[in-house]
């Protein structure tokens, strides 16, 4: 009895699988989407068995929940929708489900970046055709370039039979301020150009302790030399212009010196 039992159980969960495939089919027509397309996550959320369910402008993700069946795991708001060379793109703003708490667990800056470049910062509480209520101010929608939060996500789906559907995350993250621990600085981690500085210090006071002694009293006997040469030149002027200025007593010099005893 309990493999007939297992045996059934694999043949409806089979036929369900099918029919979802056979199902899957995604349309557009003016700004509305329509039709079922197989997803596997939204965000942090993981599906088993995920189908999402569109209608118009509104969106429900269903997905195996932990008895078994398939149940609502988010609901959205599905908005800026365009069709693509491939498919169709747009946004949607999940609000109700009991997988909200997985997407709210990103901790996110919530803003909306305007068509002319400012932006409006705050909570986004609600999102409609018209317009996008953010820090409680509703922002038309043709005035609106992105939307960034934890519930809102960028979609893009493929037409047709078997479509490809993906969720892109907006959420940019809230910048965390951590507090950078000083570090001490010991002898070892001392910088390698204040070791330099140091060693050649040390090699120029050396060098000046070795070199000075041997300049010093060289540029002294050099100073005295010249300055007794500067003396004896001085003297033989002297005695040149004596002997032109007063040939008398230069000669009587002379003489007194050669008549000596």
């Known amino acids: 009895m309990r493999f007939v039992s297992l045996c059934l159980s694999l043949l409806i969960a089979f036929q369900l699988t099918c029919y979802s495939v056979a ?28 189908l999402a369910i569109m209608s118009a402008n509104t969106i429900e993700v269903q997905g195996k929940g932990p008895n078994g069946p398939k149940q609502s795991q988010l609901r959205g708001k599905i908005f800026k929708t365009s069709q693509t060379a491939n498919g169709v793109k747009g946004h949607v703003y999940f609000d109700q489900g009991p997988g909200l708490g997985s997407l709210d667990a990103a901790n ?3 803003f909306v970046k305007m068509s002319d470049g400012t932006k409006v910062s705050g909570p986004i509480s609600e999102v409609t055709d018209q317009a996008v209520t953010c820090a409680r101010r509703a922002i038309p929608m043709n005035e609106v370039a992105e939307v960034h939060s934890a519930r809102v996500f960028k979609f893009t789906s493929s037409l047709g039979d078997k479509p490809h559907l993906n969720f892109e995350p907006t959420c940019i993250r809230a910048v965390s301020s951590t507090k950078v621990k000083q570090q001490k600085t010991s002898s070892n981690d001392f910088p390698v150009v204040g070791k330099v500085l140091i060693a050649a210090t040390v090699i120029a006071v050396v ?27 001085n003297q033989v002027i002297y005695n040149k212009l004596n002997k032109i200025l007063h040939p008398s007593s230069s000669s009587s010099s002379s003489l007194n010196s050669s008549s000596g005893p």
């Open 207 to 233: 060098t000046c302790a070795i070199v000075l002694p041997i300049v010093i009293p060289a540029a002294v006997n050099h100073h005295h030399d010249h300055k007794m040469n500067n003396r004896n030149a």
């Open 23 to 50: 199902t899957a089919q995604v349309s557009f027509s003016g700004d509305a989407v329509s039709g079922q397309a197989p997803v596997n996550k939204v965000g942090a959320l993981l599906l088993t068995e995920g």
């Open 108 to 110: 996110c800056d919530e």
